[in-house]
Nanobody, 124 residues
Framework: QVQLVESGGGSVQAGGSLRLSCTVSGDPYRTYYMAWFRQAPGKEREGVAA???????RYAESVEGRFTVSQDNVDNIVYLQMNDLKPEDTAMYYC??????????????????WGLGTQVTVSS
């Protein structure tokens, strides 16, 4: 059973930075796909950044150039470096995982495993 644990959330002022981590345990598959999603109060969950073991990445237009997703395949950790944060980035951030098949970065139904989330709050 794959388990995901996020960490690194917090409160920052606009323009600040945070780095989120997602630790994957429980026999990650050799080829897998991971993504960061976020959900703000009263809004639908949206995909933010995605990566797979081949190294390709994908970003939502709203975070392109500010967020960077990366992975440590030795320790099975996926990071989300968030720079130049804006109040509209305030949300609960979740990491998600699936294995096998083709890459569909922001299709939520593809992701079988989810973390519990970490809160990011950006004040103006």
């Amino acid at each position: 059973q794959v388990q995901l644990v996020e960490s690194g959330g917090g409160s920052v002022q606009a323009g600040g930075s945070l780095r989120l981590s997602c630790t994957v345990s429980g026999d990650p598959y050799r080829t897998y796909y991971m993504a960061w999603f976020r959900q703000a109060p009263g809004k639908e969950r949206e995909g933010v950044a995605a990566i797979y073991t081949g190294g390709a990445t994908r970003y939502a237009e709203s975070v392109e150039g500010r967020f960077t997703v990366s992975q440590d395949n030795v320790d099975n950790i996926v990071y989300l470096q968030m720079n130049d944060l804006k109040p509209e980035d305030t949300a609960m951030y979740y990491c998600a995982y699936y294995k096998g098949g083709t890459w569909s970065p922001f299709i939520e139904s593809k992701y079988k495993y989810w973390g519990l989330g970490t809160q990011v709050t950006v004040s103006s």
